[in-house]
């Protein structure tokens, strides 16, 4: 009698092994279903949504907090004039930056349960699905610094190539949130310590500063000064005003203007809106203040530097806290989701977006047979503070044990969760980038064993399998 001794080909086997991770995906894009069914049409905040959407149909530079990136977006999509679909392609983009971390994890040989588990807060968190649902830059940021890093590592060797792509998607992310200008910087840094090589590093620098360059030059055009915003200044002083002491700090008499009055609000940010503040007592728009405000927080910052760092690891540490605190208090950190009918907000830009973007605009809905199921899912489906922090400190321990793998993914979740916190405020919207980010990290502490020279045919100098055009590339 014969027997069928059939030997699975290399390809069945690769995608074998990609069955939980396809899994995974499967149930994320059905959440993703579920949420768009359960929301109609999408949530528009007060002040972000409809100023991207209006920049959208009028594209110009923002003198105020933000760029022109997500806004270029909103424009590609603006024939078909619908926030429905833009919330569907931001699902699509969310499901696309776990792909691309699930690829770069096996790709740098993490094991395929690994790979597939570090995607799982970013495909499944409830706060990512909220965040995807609405009208705001973040889903496109995350997906820009998960792919920046994701190419950094993608090969062993770092190719010119490679670097200016990734050069492009830094610049892309600055212009999308402007927290990733310093990000650029760290990563310039990281690499100089790595000794890269100074042809990927030259080009890294020139791929990402022409964009931003070219983008200043057009802000210039508009608001006579070559610069990516015009509240960088006005955010480091609402962050200075939560220890800021004039009697110590002794400013000239026209910077002293903006000393703390006595306005008290529950939050850094609250200073930048709050009536009373010194900084909106001045005559003309708060941003028109810019210069002199980072005048004024330069002075303090240098004053009082322990006061500072003080205050930054304060609001810092809400991250890691179990309960989500709101900060400022009238946010929802977390279990957003809720039933019920939202009118639109009382806000200038209302009429014009509807009738240049989409005459469907209205107030979020909810649809009960849907939201019912998002509301009970989003008290289990929440990454809590005191897990973030684990991740990081295994993406810590990934970074020392595999400097040359890990130590970008760590420095980069680092600078995303430190940096909004020192030049504004905590706020757990910020949180969300690094998350994605640290998971990539902390996958690298767990990688496979090189196969066996019998396997793999003899292996380069860096590592990775020559000679075997079926064998998985297992890189260290």
């Known amino acids: 009698m014969l027997t069928d001794t059939r030997v699975a080909l290399p390809s069945q086997r690769r995608l074998a092994d990609h069955r939980f991770f396809a899994a995974l995906l499967l149930l994320a894009a059905a959440l993703r279903v579920v949420t768009m069914l359960g929301y109609r049409p999408v949530t528009l905040y007060w002040y972000d949504s409809f100023t991207y959407l209006d920049?959208?149909?009028?594209?110009?530079?923002?003198?105020?907090?933000?760029?022109?990136?997500y806004p270029l977006l909103l424009r590609a999509l603006l024939p078909?004039?619908?926030?429905?679909?833009?919330?569907?392609?931001?699902?699509?983009?969310?499901?696309?930056?776990?792909?691309?971390?699930?690829?770069?994890?096996?790709?740098?040989?993490?094991?395929?349960w690994v790979a597939a588990s570090a995607t799982v807060p970013l495909l499944f968190?409830?706060?990512?699905?909220?965040?995807?649902?609405?009208?705001?830059?973040?889903?496109?940021?995350?997906?820009?610094?998960?792919?920046?890093?994701a190419m950094l590592m993608w090969s062993p060797r770092l190719s010119v190539r490679a670097a200016a792509g990734a050069g492009l998607l830094f610049a892309t992310a600055a212009l999308t949130r402007t927290i990733a200008l310093p990000l650029l910087l760290l990563i310039v840094l990281v690499l100089a310590v790595r000794r890269v090589g100074w042809w990927p590093l030259a080009a890294l620098v020139l791929a990402g500063s022409l964009p931003l360059a070219g983008y200043a030059a057009w802000y210039a055009q508009h608001h006579g000064r070559f610069a990516i915003s015009g509240a960088d200044g006005v955010a480091l002083w609402a962050r200075t005003m939560t220890f800021a002491d004039c009697a110590r700090i002794q400013p000239p008499p026209?910077?002293?203007?903006?000393?703390?009055?006595?306005?008290?609000?529950?939050?850094a940010?609250?200073?930048?809106?709050?009536?009373?503040?010194?900084?909106?007592?001045?005559?003309?728009?708060?941003?028109?203040h810019n210069d002199l405000a980072r005048s004024f927080a330069i002075d303090a910052i240098l004053a009082q530097p322990l006061d500072y760092l003080a205050d930054v690891v304060r609001d810092t540490a809400i991250a890691f806290s179990w309960t989500p605190i709101p900060h400022p208090d009238r946010t929802t950190p977390a279990f957003g989701f809720s039933g019920g009918h939202g009118e639109l907000p009382d806000q200038p830009l209302i009429d014009k977006v509807k009738r240049e973007y989409d005459p469907a605009i209205r107030g979020l809905s909810s649809v009960s047979s849907y939201a019912d199921f998002l509301i009970a899912y989003q008290y289990a489906a929440y990454l809590r503070g005191p897990f973030l922090g684990l991740i990081l400190l295994l993406g810590a321990v990934a970074a020392v044990r595999r400097p040359r793998v890990a130590l970008l993914p760590w420095a980069v979740a680092m600078g995303l969760l430190i940096g909004p916190v020192a030049v504004l405020d905590f706020d757990h919207r910020y949180v969300l980038p690094v998350i994605p980010v640290a998971c990539l990290a902390a996958a690298l502490a767990f990688?496979?064993?090189?196969?066996?020279?019998?396997?793999?045919?003899?292996?380069?100098?860096?590592?990775?399998?020559?000679?075997?055009p079926s064998c998985p590339e297992y890189v260290f």
Request: charged share 15%; proline share 8%; net charge positive.
């Open 55 to 69: 920049t959208a149909v009028h594209p110009a530079p923002s003198a105020t907090f933000h760029p022109i990136g």
């Open 80 to 112: 078909f004039h619908s926030v429905e679909l833009v919330a569907a392609v931001q699902h699509a983009i969310g499901l696309s930056t776990g792909i691309l971390l699930y690829a770069v994890l096996r790709r740098r040989s993490a094991p395929g």
């Open 125 to 149: 968190d409830a706060s990512f699905l909220r965040l995807e649902h609405a009208v705001l830059s973040d889903t496109q940021f995350i997906f820009l610094v998960v792919a920046g890093p």
């Open 254 to 267: 026209d910077v002293a203007r903006l000393c703390p009055n006595g306005t008290k609000v529950d939050a």
């Open 269 to 288: 940010s609250e200073y930048v809106w709050a009536p009373g503040a010194s900084l909106n007592s001045l005559p003309g728009d708060r941003f028109t």
């Open 447 to 468: 990688h496979r064993r090189p196969w066996p020279a019998r396997h793999t045919h003899g292996r380069g100098r860096h590592g990775f399998s020559v000679g075997c």
